[in-house]
């Protein structure tokens, strides 16, 4: 990553109702929030398809505490719409260790940035989900022996989340 274009420009998902009510900038970053059950993975699935065949774009999804079913379901849904070679999944199951679970979003970031860079591809970058991300941080930093801050996060959050 060697420059910062200061140009803004709308990255259009084919989805009508997003780009017109939220439309995502280029580059940007979002953030999809809903309780459980609200479509928040039908419509991950549905932007990592149009990014395939759209925009001959990959995504990356960095599934941070995730559990079994939901990345098999994903997976699945992947192969049946034919979008699977042009996805890079990686997962830390919530029964893992939680530095495992930790180094999920970065791993996963690793990937963005090597077909960003390396293969000048565009990219779509999930992580699902970044409070799961803070959590594996968290009890990452109690068994190293860490004392919390007043709120009970982590005393390097800001840091994790800087890196990320």
């Known amino acids: 990553f060697d420059q910062l274009e200061s140009k803004t420009e709308m990255f259009e998902t084919g989805l009508k109702v997003v780009d017109l009510l939220t439309p995502y900038v280029r580059g940007g970053k979002i953030g999809l929030f809903g309780g459980a059950g609200v479509g928040k993975t039908v419509l991950i699935q549905e932007m990592i398809m149009r990014v395939a065949k759209l925009h001959e774009g990959v995504s990356v999804f960095a599934g941070v505490g995730?559990?079994?079913?939901?990345?098999?379901?994903?997976?699945?849904e992947m192969t049946e719409s034919g979008v699977l070679d042009k996805t890079a999944l990686v997962f830390g199951q919530m029964d893992e260790p939680p530095g495992t679970r930790l180094r999920v979003a970065l791993a996963g970031l690793t990937m963005a940035e090597y077909f960003r860079d390396v293969q000048k591809q565009d990219v779509l970058f999930f992580i699902d989900n970044i409070f799961r991300f803070t959590q594996a941080g968290s009890e990452v930093s109690?068994?190293?022996g860490r004392m919390p801050s007043?709120?009970?996060?982590?005393?390097?959050?800001?840091?994790?989340?800087?890196?990320?």
Do not use: F, H, K, S
């Open 66 to 76: 995730e559990r079994t079913r939901e990345g098999n379901d994903l997976i699945d």
């Open 142 to 144: 109690t068994l190293l």
């Open 150 to 164: 007043a709120v009970g996060y982590q005393p390097n959050l800001a840091d994790e989340m800087g890196q990320l």
